[in-house]
């Protein structure tokens, strides 16, 4: 358990790390450059670098935690790799339906897994499913996480790298979208973003806008966001029209 940084969730619980790429929005991935760094140092968890490995031993993790807590699982992998067993994903699935006082947010970029196995597993109202969506090609993946039983079906639309234009929210509670940073980051446009918004708004979805990026892909210089000193930092800022659109589901 690690307190996290990322601007949806408060922990991240890692019962699995290790991932392989598999479409264009793991072609930069954070948790394959944080795996070697941790790797490097000596970290244990992360000695096999980033290949798929279980840690039965985090299974208890969760009923150590006094308060209730909003947990980003396997921010450094995919609970729904084909290497992963189903009976370690259903442990999983476990501890989470035995720990209701926390919010556990589930996001693959494996979907057709997610959607064959979703019937095996026991979705309580805590466990909130998403896919990832980073362009046009992907947003099969929404179709798909439409179908699973989760209560709450949410979408991570980051990093945008292109234009989605035929979206469909029905059956979706939520949608987060960002910019891609880091070094090689590639570039996101306003008006990719506007469509997504607009479209939330249409569908009365809550819209999550997690950050630029990068400064330079900002359009607006002055973003006080951008400045690391600010409450509500995102990495390139965070404001579209000097407004903050951090809405959660459920209220």
């Not at 954070?30 to 290949?51: H, I, N, P, Q």
């Amino acid at each position: 358990m690690a307190q996290s940084n990322i601007e949806w969730t408060e922990l991240t619980w890692n019962p699995v790390t290790g991932c392989n790429k598999i479409s264009p929005g793991c072609k930069n991935c954070y948790a394959e450059v944080m795996t070697r760094r941790l790797k490097s140092m000596g970290v244990e968890k992360y000695s096999d670098g980033f290949k798929i490995r279980t840690h039965p031993d985090t299974l208890t993790t969760p009923f150590t935690w006094k308060k209730s807590k909003i947990v980003f699982v396997n921010s450094m992998s995919d609970l729904f790799h084909p290497e992963v067993p189903l009976d370690y994903i259903k442990a999983v699935f476990s501890v989470m339906n035995r720990t209701p006082q926390h919010i556990y947010q589930v996001l693959t970029k494996r979907s057709e897994r997610l959607l064959e196995i979703a019937s095996e597993l026991n979705w309580t109202e805590n466990i909130w499913m998403g896919v990832s969506v980073e362009n046009e090609a992907y947003s099969y993946r929404i179709g798909e996480l439409s179908k699973t039983p989760a209560k709450v079906k949410f979408l991570s639309i980051e990093p945008l790298i292109d234009e989605l234009t035929s979206l469909n929210f029905n059956g979706i509670n939520w949608v987060i979208v960002g910019g891609e940073s880091g070094h090689k980051a590639r570039p996101i446009k306003r008006e990719w973003i506007d469509n997504i918004r607009i479209a939330c708004e249409q569908a009365t979805v809550p819209f999550f806008f997690k950050q630029w990026g990068k400064a330079k892909f900002n359009e607006n210089p002055n973003d006080p966001t951008i400045d690391t000193k600010h409450a509500k930092h995102a990495k390139g800022g965070c404001e579209l029209d000097g407004k903050i659109y951090r809405q959660m589901p459920l209220g």
